[in-house]
């Protein structure tokens, strides 16, 4: 089978949440020269059954100390949060939080994050930083990657400086509307430009891996069945 470059996002998400891993499609990225593609492990489920599959819309954080009332001569200096609210009001059907940029410990999400992000059928968030309210965000069923748990605010500790704009989670780049694949193995991104190849390949592989296993629960070895199948 293969993946066509026009296929509808809800067929695409579907398909890849019934068959595929991030194991496996990292698996055929790394043979394809795409090798950063990973987010870093510290990027992790708010719970093990997590699953997030979406298209990217990346949100650039950025420390900011408010030490006193009138501190600072930018455009955000007096404006909590910077431009999350903004941010997250843009967010579309489909699309996942990506968030990056943000060196402190502080949250980056929360509960009504959460609930306004569902209100816009956005399918998760990504974050590269902690989430609060997590009782609140687990009661809603949507999925969110990031740090772990730690109440500590944002507002006047980091803003959003920009959003719908190429960030860096580590080694791996983020541009808008790449795809945004995650579960408890950890969160990848998928170039917009690769994604037909790239899923073509991982459902193929993944189909494979089948016939493998059926063989080796028949009793063939491990170096049989790599030397017949060329997978394990």
Do not use: C
């Not at 595929?20 to 510290?42: E, I, K, S, W």
């Not at 579309?92 to 992000?117: D, H, N, P």
């Not at 690769?194 to 028949?218: F, H």
């Amino acid at each position: 089978m293969s993946i066509h470059p026009q296929m509808d996002d809800r067929d695409l998400f579907a398909l890849v949440k019934a068959e595929l891993f991030t194991a496996v499609v990292g698996d055929v990225m790394d043979q394809m020269g795409l090798t950063n593609q990973f987010l870093p492990p510290r990027v992790r489920p708010l719970r093990d059954d997590m699953v997030v599959v979406g298209r990217a819309m990346p949100v650039l954080e950025a420390d900011y100390i408010a030490a006193s009332e009138g501190a600072g001569k930018g455009p955000l200096a007096g404006k909590p949060f910077g431009m999350m609210m903004e941010a997250l009001d843009d967010l579309r059907e489909g699309e996942v939080y990506v968030a990056s940029g943000s060196g402190g410990e502080y949250a980056l999400w929360g509960e009504l994050m959460t609930l306004r992000a569902r209100q816009l059928k956005a399918v998760g968030a990504v974050l590269d930083g902690y989430t609060r309210d997590t009782r609140g965000i687990l009661a809603q069923g949507f999925p969110v990657f990031g740090h772990g748990p730690y109440a500590q605010d944002q507002g006047i500790r980091g803003k959003v400086v920009d959003w719908r704009t190429p960030v860096h989670l580590g080694r791996a780049r983020v541009e808008p509307g790449d795809l945004i694949f995650g579960d408890v193995d950890g969160v990848l991104v998928v170039p917009s430009q690769a994604l037909a190849e790239v899923l073509t390949r991982a459902l193929e592989k993944v189909r494979g891996e089948k016939v493998v296993e059926k063989a080796i629960q028949d009793g063939m070895g491990a170096a049989e069945a790599y030397r017949t199948f060329g997978i394990l």
